[in-house]
């Protein structure tokens, strides 16, 4: 059956994809955001989205509340709902189940990488199949899915991040939703518009032309931008710190990332051609029947 | 990965379901998933994904 065998290439490709990046970001992406969560602790109780929920508590019990070394002795204590009241404006509060630091902590960012990846090799290769299965069951390679690494890279990494940078705990940013709805937008425009751009074989001018205006539309359009400065939490020394360890994560996430995606495309490809490919040649299918209008289409 | 593919007992479910149904399906089980990890306003999985998001350069906080 066709579906579980593209569900078990994903899962193939996810776990090895997923692996990699867990290692890649343990190596430079995850101390960035530990040295992050150091500064965000010692800020915290003085920055104003935050001070509000301390008003009544003396400033060291608030600090502690801030820290990162996951206190979970402290949340066995906050049973009243009153204690729950302030949770919901700074996600690292004590009062919800979090991995502890250390171990656990890693784990999960391994199996949340093993599972992230593998719903991206979902999308990716059933997308890889039927573009294989417009050329004739010959184009899946591990160099084409290089390429098609490189873009799912630029429409997931490096164009919405062009809009809404990579951020570090701790950093200010407009509201939650309306940034998760400009990403989402830029990342349709910025696949459709590469796959408009890259892959037309008729009328390609046409074709690049509707690419091009979908690239440029999320940024017609505006990424939501916080209302001052990204690091205003923080200051003196620890702004000029934070600064830097932006500059790091930015490049830090892109190396990670494309890596990430080059591997995932490459070994995708390489599962469609070795095992996807043998069910979605034409006419391989009895029950899929395709128009000549529809197999220009895909 | 079989020169006579008729004779893969797998290819027998595809009669009832269409190519483009399975490939729709993997699909939207690919975005859901996806959807869990990176954006889901759950504060355990966003507590479990946190350094992901990040990583990822998706929108956390």
Same mark, same amino acid.
């Given at each position: 059956?066709?579906?579980?065998?593209?569900?078990?290439?994903?899962?193939?490709?996810?776990?090895?994809?997923?692996?990699?990046?867990?290692?890649?970001?343990?190596?430079?992406?995850?101390?960035?955001?530990?040295?992050?969560?150091?500064?965000?602790?010692?800020? +915290?109780?003085?920055?104003?989205?935050?001070?509000?929920?301390?008003?009544?508590?003396?400033?060291?019990?608030?600090?502690?509340?801030?820290?990162?070394?996951?206190?979970?002795?402290?949340?066995?204590?906050?049973?009243?709902?009153?204690?729950?009241?302030?949770?919901?404006?700074? +996600?690292?509060?004590? $009062?919800?189940?979090?991995?502890?630091?250390? *171990?656990?902590?890693? @784990?999960?960012?391994?199996?949340?990488?093993?599972?992230?990846?593998? /719903?991206?090799?979902?999308?990716?290769?059933?997308?890889?199949?039927?573009?294989?299965?417009?050329?004739?069951?010959?184009?899946?390679?591990?160099?084409?899915?290089?390429?098609?690494?490189?873009?799912?890279?630029?429409?997931?990494?490096?164009?919405?991040?062009?809009?809404?940078?990579?951020?570090?705990? /701790?950093?200010?940013?407009?509201?939650?939703?309306?940034?998760?709805?400009?990403?989402?937008?830029? @990342?349709?425009?910025?696949?459709?518009?590469?796959?408009?751009? *890259?892959?037309?074989?008729?009328?390609?001018?046409?074709?690049? /032309?509707?690419?091009?205006?979908?690239?440029?539309?999320?940024?017609?359009? /505006?990424?939501?931008?916080?209302?001052?400065?990204?690091?205003?939490? =923080?200051?003196? $020394?620890?702004? @000029?710190?934070?600064?830097? #360890?932006?500059?790091? =994560?930015?490049?830090?996430?892109? *190396?990670?990332?494309?890596?990430?995606?080059?591997?995932?495309?490459?070994?995708?490809?390489?599962?469609?051609?070795?095992?996807?490919?043998?069910?979605?040649?034409?006419?391989?299918?009895?029950?899929?029947?395709?128009?000549?209008?529809?197999?220009?289409?895909? | 990965?079989?020169?006579?593919?008729? +004779?893969?007992?797998?290819?027998?479910?595809?009669?009832?379901?269409?190519?483009?149904?399975?490939?729709?399906?993997?699909?939207? #089980?690919?975005?859901?998933?996806?959807?869990?990890?990176? =954006? +889901?306003?759950?504060? @355990?999985?966003?507590?479990?994904?946190?350094?992901?998001?990040?990583?990822?350069?998706?929108?956390?906080?």
């Amino acid at each position: 059956m066709l579906f579980r065998r593209l569900f078990l290439c994903a899962l193939l490709v996810g776990v090895a994809s997923g692996l990699l990046h867990a290692a890649l970001q343990r190596l430079q992406v995850v101390p960035l955001i530990a040295a992050a969560e150091v500064h965000e602790s010692a800020a +915290s109780p003085a920055a104003p989205p935050h001070a509000s929920h301390h008003d009544a508590a003396p400033a060291p019990a608030a600090a502690h509340e801030h820290t990162h070394e996951r206190p979970h002795e402290s949340i066995h204590v906050h049973e009243d709902a009153g204690a729950h009241e302030h949770t919901h404006t700074h +996600s690292h509060d004590a $009062d919800e189940w979090q991995p502890a630091d250390g *171990l656990e902590r890693t @784990v999960w960012t391994i199996v949340a990488n093993i599972l992230a990846a593998t /719903g991206y090799a979902l999308l990716m290769i059933p997308m890889l199949a039927l573009w294989d299965r417009s050329r004739g069951g010959t184009a899946a390679s591990w160099k084409t899915g290089l390429a098609w690494g490189a873009c799912a890279w630029l429409a997931t990494f490096a164009l919405p991040g062009i809009g809404l940078p990579p951020e570090l705990p /701790g950093m200010e940013a407009a509201e939650l939703r309306s940034r998760q709805a400009w990403w989402l937008l830029c @990342v349709v425009c910025s696949g459709a518009g590469l796959a408009a751009w *890259l892959l037309a074989r008729r009328h390609v001018w046409a074709w690049r /032309g509707i690419g091009a205006v979908l690239l440029a539309l999320p940024f017609a359009v /505006g990424a939501p931008q916080p209302d001052g400065d990204a690091l205003a939490a =923080f200051s003196g $020394d620890a702004a @000029v710190q934070m600064h830097l #360890l932006w500059a790091q =994560f930015i490049w830090a996430t892109a *190396l990670a990332t494309a890596l990430y995606w080059l591997a995932l495309g490459a070994l995708s490809a390489v599962a469609v051609a070795r095992w996807v490919r043998p069910l979605t040649r034409p006419g391989t299918l009895g029950g899929a029947t395709l128009t000549p209008a529809m197999e220009r289409a895909l | 990965m079989n020169a006579h593919p008729t +004779s893969l007992g797998s290819l027998a479910p595809a009669r009832t379901g269409s190519l483009f149904t399975q490939i729709a399906a993997a699909l939207l #089980l690919g975005a859901v998933m996806v959807y869990g990890v990176e =954006f +889901s306003a759950s504060p @355990v999985a966003h507590n479990a994904a946190h350094d992901v998001r990040h990583a990822n350069g998706r929108p956390c906080h």
